[in-house]
């Protein structure tokens, strides 16, 4: 028994797994993917400091001010912890181009790294430890949403991201603060407490609330729960138990034991996917399919009649038809049958939505919501039929586009995606320099010294 009543098995171990993650040497594949996100995440935080979610985060924290406890990223603002986790997390999902948990539906990186870093920079911690909460954080936020049933979840309005990012960012803030077990559970309870996000956000379609409820919120409010209970608040000591408790109201048939069922050896963060294009997941898949063609038969938007795009239902429904430009799936097949490629600066100009040429070609495109292609793991699916205006039919498909975990970006293809973001806004010697460094996290003695080649010049 605790002094505020029983604490379920599932509970005591998940806390106790929190409190003492850091001190559990991640095995070698595991640092390296986790190194690859880190790379990633840096680069999609760079180039969403130049978009409009991006800065509008920027200009708020700066008009906030705050003690220089923690930077924000691609600027030259240095601020309390808790607005620099909301900045970063804002300015990594500015640009859709963050990296995935593809199973749940959530971007863990995109909330983890920015409340991570913030207590990192602000206690003036190595990247070794930095590292290690990255990769606690993945998994607390994927552990969570596949708890709840994600799709059974997700089809009441809710959307996972909001939820299981928020609870990944508190469990990397708190071990980093050197909660113990006890005061794990506070914080659990304080993230349920702040549990929220809604489909809703997918109307936005200039990304700025999308960024906010999938990026700076849960960074925020996770660094918050954690910082909180550092400073003395006690609360429901098992917010997974009794009647009612955090999964009973969001999901009445949830599986608890997923929380805990291979912690410690089985890491959520080798099933994340980092995305080769700068758009929503669910596209992913359709444009690897039209990419493949254009590239095998030197097609060309003239030479198109009909396109008929089959990717899971469930994934139709994010993406069909949707106002925001860097998630609609057919005006991107349109950019990519236009230009060959899709690029950041394609994937966000929203009035080239609006363009005849473009207008034009969507009317030939079809998508269809196919059951059969529903795949658990979301391998960013997609079955293809072109059809040409000389009659031949082209077929193409993928059960795994790149950038899933079975058919993951080499380092290499990472290197060359970030240079594509960061570029622009650094230069390629910083970039590079950066990377370095990135890649180096787990030998550098003090994060903070990170600020001289992330912040602006």
């Known amino acids: 028994m605790s002094e505020h009543g029983q604490v379920s098995p599932v509970m005591h171990k998940l806390s ?27 680069a999609s935080t760079i180039s969403g400091s130049r978009l409009i979610a991006g800065k509008r985060a920027i200009a708020y924290v700066r008009r906030l001010g705050g003690p220089r406890e923690a930077g924000v990223i691609g600027t030259r603002v240095v601020t309390s912890m808790l607005n620099a986790a909301l900045a970063n ?27 991570a870093l913030a207590i990192a920079e602000r206690q003036r911690l190595s990247g070794e430890l930095l590292l290690r909460a990255m990769v606690l954080g993945f998994d607390i936020c994927a552990r969570t949403v596949l ?4 799709m059974t979840f997700m089809r009441t309005g809710h959307h996972s991201g909001s939820h299981g990012q928020l609870f990944g960012a508190a469990a990397a803030a708190g071990a980093l603060l050197r909660l113990d077990a006890r005061e794990m559970r506070y914080v659990l309870s304080y993230c349920a407490e702040q549990a929220a996000g809604l489909f809703t956000m997918l109307r936005d379609s200039h990304h700025i609330e999308k960024a906010y409820a999938m990026g700076g919120m849960p960074a925020h409010n996770g660094v918050a729960a954690a910082l909180m209970v550092a400073q003395g608040f006690t609360g429901v000591e098992d917010v997974l138990s009794g009647e ?34 700068p758009v929503g997941a669910p596209v992913q898949g359709p444009l690897h399919v039209l990419h493949d063609l254009i590239r095998q038969h030197g097609l060309k ?43 950041l600066a394609a994937a966000h100009d ?59 970006l080499t380092r290499q293809e990472v290197e060359e995606k970030a240079l594509g973001l960061m570029g622009p806004v650094f230069g390629k010697q910083r970039s590079r320099a950066l990377m370095a460094a990135l890649y180096n996290i787990d030998g550098i003695k003090d994060v903070r010294t990170l600020r001289k080649l992330y912040m602006a010049s």
């Open 16 to 42: 106790t797994y929190i409190a003492g993650a850091l001190k559990r040497k991640l095995p070698a594949a595991v640092a390296e993917r986790a190194k690859l996100s880190l790379v990633d995440t840096f």
């Open 244 to 277: 009612p408790n955090y999964l009973s109201i969001f999901s009445p048939d949830a599986d608890r034991e997923v929380l805990v069922r291979g912690l410690g050896r089985d890491y959520e963060i080798m099933r994340g996917g980092i995305k080769r294009w």
């Open 147 to 150: 708890a709840m049933k994600v």
């Open 301 to 343: 938007a003239d030479d198109v009649e009909k396109i008929v795009a089959r990717i899971p239902d469930k994934e139709l429904l994010m993406v069909n038809n949707r106002e925001m430009s860097d998630i609609s799936l057919q005006y991107l097949l349109a950019v990519m049958l236009l230009d060959g490629t899709v690029t």
């Open 89 to 115: 997390g804002m300015c990594c999902h500015a640009d859709e181009s963050d990296d995935t948990h593809p199973p749940t539906c959530t971007h863990p990186n995109t909330s983890v790294i920015p409340a």
């Open 350 to 408: 929203i009035a080239r939505m609006k363009d005849p040429t473009v207008l034009k070609l969507r009317r030939r495109i079809e998508t269809i919501g196919d059951a059969n292609l529903t795949d658990p793991l979301r391998r960013w699916r997609c079955v293809m039929e072109v059809t040409l205006k000389d009659g031949r039919k082209l077929a193409h498909q993928t059960m795994a586009a790149k950038g899933t975990f079975e058919n993951p």
